[in-house]
C-alpha cells in the first residue's frame, strides 16, 4: 500500500467554524490532489499541488483553500464550514517518473457538518 | 469539457456468473483510462491503465478492455470477495495530471 494517511479520520464540526485536513505522504511523490466524494456524484477534485507551494484548482474550489509548504504534507482547509460540505475527503498522490500516471489514495477522512 | 460515464449503476450477480461493467468518455485527446476498486469505507485501489484503443488488461477474474469511446470491465466467474464499487476515470492529454471519474458501479456478487 502506498504510504498515506489522513488526519482526522472523522470530525465532526458546526457551521461557521474552521477545519483543516491533513494528508502526509511517505513516498516523496510530486503530485498530491484532494477530492470529495458524495453519492450521486462520484469523486470529484477540489485543489491539486504539483510541487511544493505549486497548487491549482480543480472542479469544485469553491470554499476550499489548499496549502503545501513541504512535499510529504498538503493541507486542505474549509475557512467557515457549510453543511454542503459534508463529505467525504480522500488526498491521492502521484508521480509520473516513479508510478506513471496512476493515483493512489489515502483512507479518508468522513467530515460531518452540523 | 471531459466526461465518463459508467453503466449499469448496480449490478447483481450470482457467484460464478460472468458479466461486463461499462465505461464511456468523451475526452479531448486520452492519455490514458483508468480502473479502480472501491470497498466501503475506504479509498479507491488501482487496478488497471489503458493507453489506446484495442488493448487489454487482466488480473485474476477481471478483464479491461479499451475502444475509442468506451471501456469495459469483465468479471469472470465472479465470487463474493469481488463484491466492491469499480469507477472508472480518464486523464486527458495536455500536461494536466489531473483524473475525470464516473460515479461508479456498485457490484455485488451473492454466494
Known amino acids: 500500500d502506498a504510504g498515506i494517511t489522513q488526519s482526522p479520520r472523522h470530525k465532526v464540526t458546526e457551521t461557521g467554524t474552521p477545519v483543516t485536513l491533513r494528508c502526509h505522504q511517505t513516498?516523496?511523490?510530486?503530485?498530491m490532489y484532494w477530492y470529495r466524494q458524495d453519492p450521486g456524484h462520484g469523486l470529484r477534485l477540489i485543489h491539486y499541488?504539483?510541487?511544493?507551494?505549486?497548487?491549482d484548482k480543480g472542479e469544485v474550489s469553491d470554499g476550499y483553500s489548499v496549502s503545501r509548504s513541504k512535499t510529504e504534507d498538503f493541507l486542505l482547509t474549509l475557512e467557515s464550514a457549510t453543511s454542503s460540505q459534508t463529505s467525504v475527503y480522500f488526498c491521492?498522490?502521484?508521480?509520473?517518473?516513479?508510478?506513471?500516471?496512476?493515483?493512489?489514495f489515502g483512507p479518508g477522512t468522513r467530515l460531518t457538518v452540523l | 469539457e471531459d466526461q465518463v460515464t459508467q453503466s449499469p449503476e448496480a449490478l447483481r450477480l450470482q457467484e460464478g456468473e460472468s458479466s461486463s461493467l461499462n465505461c464511456s468518455y468523451t475526452?479531448?485527446?486520452?492519455?490514458?483510462l483508468f480502473w479502480y476498486r472501491q470497498d466501503p469505507g475506504k479509498g479507491p485501489e488501482f487496478l488497471f491503465t489503458l493507453y489506446s484503443a484495442g488493448e487489454e488488461k487482466e488480473k485474476e477474474r477481471l478483464k479491461a478492455t479499451l475502444t475509442k469511446k468506451e471501456s469495459f470491465l469483465h468479471i469472470t466467474a465472479p465470487k463474493p470477495e469481488d463484491s466492491a464499487t469499480y469507477l472508472c476515470?480518464?486523464?486527458?492529454?495536455?500536461?494536466?495530471?489531473?483524473?475525470?471519474f464516473g460515479k461508479g458501479t456498485k457490484l455485488t456478487v451473492n454466494p
Open positions: 513516498e516523496n511523490h510530486r503530485y
Open positions: 475526452v479531448s485527446g486520452l492519455r490514458g
Open positions: 499541488s504539483y510541487g511544493v507551494k505549486d497548487t
Open positions: 476515470a480518464v486523464q486527458a492529454k495536455g500536461g494536466s495530471e489531473k483524473l475525470v
Open positions: 491521492a498522490i502521484s508521480d509520473p517518473g516513479t508510478s506513471g500516471m496512476k493515483q493512489y
